[in-house]
């Protein structure tokens, strides 16, 4: 069905992050939704991702197979074989959504970890650790080093590299090796840190952005800031939208949550760039009006005590559930109990989770400060700041079924036309421009 | 001998502030954006094409007419926001030329919910008529021209109406034309006056679509067009929006210098002249009998109900308010049975409509909503906030006097 596309031959050197299960956001799963497509319409992809030394691996790249057990690597997409895709890890501490600060804290654990563990096995086979650099910005340039090491035994046209950790090593190889360098912005310094933005991370974000031959933004919403804000020229520029893997699956889960009880779900980091506080916020002028509320926070970031505490504070701490990072199975189970989804991101590049809400049949809210809202008609939207209005809408959701019904009915047939294979199209045609350029 | 009727449909609805759950008065209506519009829409469409219509009837010294269809809440409007409106349509009244059907007060489905709500609302609009224009209508139109046979047995049944107008549906015609009079299933003497929906739509639609092959339309070519029914028709109508005239199309389509030399065009062929819709029901006899036992309308090319009950959010709320109607009725609040009444206009429902939406044609109408979605929740905690009064009403009703006192003053001492 794909072969028609014109992709075949083409082979791209994509620069990401985990995939399933590691994952921990929607970079993972945007990562893999695009590769698997790829790889249905006949594009090469050779994957390269950074990997914390695992104590069997001796060398600092290691190859791997479609075929190698995925309880063992974690890199093979589920249970889905992947025909064209190559994997290529290399051993950095470097991860996805790392702040510079988390990343010191990380690095100092890992290496104390690995101290113990080669004292434990009394030898020193366990490398790795002593090579990382304690500083974010040095790992990123030493992971760009070996990449490009890599690069060079690699065949590829296109190298695609996603968000700003990968960026210079794909600055560093299409210098080496003259192939046209595509970034892509799945989120920006600005979303993750407010007006507070490290100026290092931006310089990285920026240069990449300079000399990538094209930018492409998860939604017009990236883009406004990719040109406002990293001055790039706004034709270099083009919006890809991000798809939805269609689950499908049924299973209900009992639980204690009691199905009198109305669930309210926030799934995702709880970080800044998320709203928790205005979720919870929300919560309270709820509860204030409507009994047999449940508020549900899945998801762990530097956030979450500080929600912990805002919830206690709030005198609503008994209605709000903290479920910590949830993954597989739990997401599943807490999507079929859910009632409505909140998304109040205060800044949201796009937003994949809303998607699979409404793909598990959960009507969603979400903030119109995200690039889902400019794809999704049939969810409800609302300024992250106005906590009133979310909360009035939150209680019309609880209140009426034929809300929540017309909501889900739509949503759910809305959703199925965001698809990972228009994405992919989407990105091939930007690669075959650009060959044709060169 | 084509005679041609022209109708025109004039409302505009009453819309709804922003009213969350929180939100505890009584004050449901937008009234600076209801102002707003009505004077806009009074500036570009109702006063211009009143003013050229009263000088299209002087000119030609009776021999064109027109009716109009003025909703109840459209009428209240102009009294407070634009009562210069008011006065032109007075002056058209007063021409002889002019006539006024009956529709229901509101502009509501109240036929297919309530039929005594549905009478006295057709009452409260015909007695509004008689009031302002000293003339009682002998015509009806319903609400969008939802139609079926039951609809024509009640309105024969309340005995003051001659006809009744809906659409030409291709489907209830089965090949017939729409420009004869038709018997509705049933009806002993009520006439049916059938819309000519290519006719209409060509003004009323395709007028400034550049796209169509048949642009641009002039006067010349509508009166040929007229004049070619002759020998296979008695009437043709033209029924639709009144803001047709510089409001959807705008007056820089030439809209407005169409309608100057229109009577002109049709009545160069001494075979046509100009007719209101009681006139045509006292000048041709019905040919026939047309058959609707499902409902229909004048709406998009499915003729249905579609754009007011088409999804479960739509007939959700609709089946709640009209439920409030045995509480409201017996409360005796005059307030709260317009308030209730006011809910019931069918705009409320059209802007809950996913249909559009979906294909992303939200501008199709002009909608005060970002989304189906938020009209719902807003109409519903509006909806709410009335129920409430109604239990409020209920409790005062049931204490009496004295004891709703002590019962008032348990309430503040408990909270």
């Not at chain 2, 209730?340 to 044609?361: A, E, N």
């Amino acid at each position: 069905m794909g072969r028609n596309n014109g992709g075949g031959g083409l082979r791209v050197l994509m620069l990401g992050w985990e995939f399933p299960p590691f994952i921990s956001g929607g970079l993972g799963t945007a990562c893999y939704g695009l590769t698997r497509a790829m790889d249905q319409l006949d594009v090469g992809v050779t994957f390269v991702l950074p990997r914390m030394v695992e104590r069997q691996y001796v060398t600092h790249v290691r190859l791997l197979s479609p075929g190698s057990r995925a309880g063992e690597s974690g890199l093979q997409g589920g249970q889905v074989e992947l025909q064209n895709v190559k994997f290529r890890s290399i051993a950095s501490p470097l991860q996805a959504y790392a702040t510079p600060a988390e990343y010191k804290k990380r690095v100092a654990e890992s290496v104390r970890l690995q101290r113990e563990l080669a004292a434990l096995l009394g030898g020193d086979e366990v490398r790795g650790g002593q090579d990382y650099s304690g500083d974010l910005s040095e790992e990123v340039n030493r992971y760009a080093s070996m990449v490009v090491d890599l690069a060079r035994r690699e065949d590829f046209d296109v190298i695609h590299a996603h968000d700003w950790m990968t960026y210079p090593a794909g600055v560093a190889v299409a210098g080496v090796t003259g192939k046209p360098l595509v970034v892509h912005i799945h989120s920006t310094e600005f979303d993750r840190s407010g007006e507070h933005v490290n100026q290092v991370v931006y310089d990285i974000e920026r240069q990449g952005m300079e000399r990538a031959g094209r930018v492409i933004a998860v939604s017009h919403y990236t883009r406004g800031i990719v040109v406002s804000r990293y001055g790039i020229p706004a034709e270099k520029v083009e919006v890809v939208y991000n798809g939805v893997e269609r689950n499908g699956q049924w299973s209900f889960v009992d639980t204690s949550i009691k199905r009198d009880e109305k669930l309210v779900l926030f799934l995702g980091r709880i970080t800044m760039q998320k709203g928790p506080e205005y979720f919870l916020r929300a919560a309270k002028k709820v509860l204030d009006v409507m009994d047999n509320v449940r508020f549900v926070m899945a998801g762990s970031g530097d956030m979450m005590y500080r929600s912990v505490e805002l919830a206690a504070a709030l005198g609503i701490g008994h209605r709000v559930l903290f479920t910590g990072f949830l993954r597989g199975d739990d997401v599943q189970k807490i999507y079929r109990l859910a009632d409505l989804y909140v998304m109040p991101s205060v800044s949201e590049p796009f937003g994949i989770a809303p998607l699979e809400a409404l793909d598990n049949d959960v009507p969603v809210l979400i903030s119109k400060q995200s690039g889902v809202s400019e794809v999704l008609r049939h969810a409800l939207k609302v300024d992250f700041w106005d906590v009133n209005e979310m909360a009035n809408k939150i209680v019309a959701v609880l209140k009426y079924a034929p809300l929540r019904m017309t909501l889900r009915n739509h949503g759910n047939f809305e959703v199925r036309r965001l698809r990972w294979k228009d994405a992919a199209r989407n990105c091939i045609r930007i690669y075959q421009e650009m060959l044709v350029a060169v | 001998m084509p005679s041609v009727c022209f109708y025109f449909q004039v409302h505009q609805p009453m819309r709804l502030r922003h009213y969350t759950v929180f939100d505890k008065d009584e004050r449901y209506f937008d009234e600076s954006k209801n102002a707003a519009i009505c004077k806009k829409v009074a500036q570009k469409c109702y006063l211009p094409a009143n003013r050229l219509l009263l000088k299209l009837i002087n000119q030609h010294r009776g021999r064109f007419k027109v009716a109009y269809s003025l909703t109840g809440v459209l009428l209240e409007q102009l009294e407070r926001y634009s009562p210069e409106v008011l006065s032109t349509f007075h002056a058209l009244a007063e021409t002889g030329c002019v006539e006024f059907l009956a529709e229901t007060y509101y502009h509501s489905l109240s036929f297919l919910y309530s039929r005594r709500e549905f009478i006295e609302q057709v009452r409260k609009h015909v007695a509004a008529i008689e009031c302002l224009f000293g003339q009682t209508p002998t015509v009806f139109r319903n609400t969008e021209l939802i139609y079926n046979n039951d609809l024509a047995l009640l309105v024969e049944a309340m005995g003051c109406f001659d006809a009744i107008i809906t659409e030409g549906a291709d489907h209830i015609l089965g090949g017939r034309s729409p420009n004869f009079l038709y018997r509705p299933k049933g009806c002993r003497h009520t006439k049916l006056l059938l819309k000519n929906y290519t006719l209409s739509d060509d003004i009323a639609f395709r007028f400034s679509n550049r796209d169509w092959t048949e642009w641009p339309l002039t006067a010349g070519k509508f009166g040929q067009w007229v004049s070619a029914v002759n020998g296979s028709g008695n009437v043709v109508n033209l029924f639709m929006d009144y803001e047709t005239f510089g409001e959807h199309q705008w007056e820089d389509t030439g809209i407005f210098e169409f309608m100057r030399h229109l009577p002109d065009e049709v009545l160069k062929h001494p075979d046509n002249d100009f007719m209101t819709p009681s006139e045509v029901a006292g000048a041709y006899e019905s040919v026939g009998e047309v058959d609707v036992p499902e409902v229909i309308s004048w709406a998009d090319t499915e003729r249905d109900l579609s754009a007011w009950l088409g999804n479960a959010m739509q007939s959700g709320a609709i089946h709640e308010l009209y439920r409030l109607e045995k509480k409201i009725k017996r409360a005796n609040d005059e307030r709260l049975l317009d308030d209730w009444r006011r809910l019931q206009i069918s705009d409320h429902f059209y802007y809950m409509c996913t249909k559009y939406f979906s294909d992303g044609d939200v501008h199709k109408y002009f909608n005060p909503y970002d989304s189906p979605y938020d009209s719902y929740i807003n109409f519903m905690n509006v909806l709410d906030h009335l129920q409430s009064r109604c239990r409020r009403r209920a409790v005062q009703d049931a204490a009496g006097g004295e004891s709703a006192k002590r019962h008032a003053a348990q309430m503040s001492a408990t909270s």
